[in-house]
Nanobody, 118 residues
Framework: QVQLVESGGGLVQSGGSLSLSCAAS????????MAWYRQAPGKQRNLVAT???????TYAGSVKGRFTISRDNAKNTVYLQMNSLKPEDTAVYYC????????????WGQGTQVTVSS
């Protein structure tokens, strides 16, 4: 069994910063890609950023230059530093990990709310 536990959400004013973290635990041999998604009310869940075990990153166009994804492989943890936040960044943020436990499976965190006030 693998669990992803997120932390760090909250309320911030427009232009502010927040940092999210997500720690994976359980029967983990290795983790391939880790990612952050977000889902605003009434909208579909969208990819925000990804990072491979080698540290290669990708970003959605809407967050490029403002958000930074990073990871600590020794701690099985992924981070999302969010700067210059905008009201449209308001959403529930979910972490996602492709975990090898004898086969690759994808796991999700429970989500953490990020609210940006104008």
């Amino acid at each position: 069994q693998v669990q992803l536990v997120e932390s760090g959400g909250g309320l911030v004013q427009s232009g502010g910063s927040l940092s999210l973290s997500c720690a994976a635990s359980g029967n983990i041999f290795s983790i391939n890609v880790m990612a952050w998604y977000r889902q605003a009310p009434g909208k579909q869940r969208n990819l925000v950023a990804t990072i491979t075990s080698a540290g290669r990153t990708t970003y959605a166009g809407s967050v490029k230059g403002r958000f930074t994804i990073s990871r600590d492989n020794a701690k099985n943890t992924v981070y999302l530093q969010m700067n210059s936040l905008k009201p449209e960044d308001t959403a529930v943020y979910y972490c996602n990990a492709e975990v090898w436990t004898g086969a690759y499976n994808t796991y999700w965190g429970q989500g953490t709310q990020v609210t940006v006030s104008s």
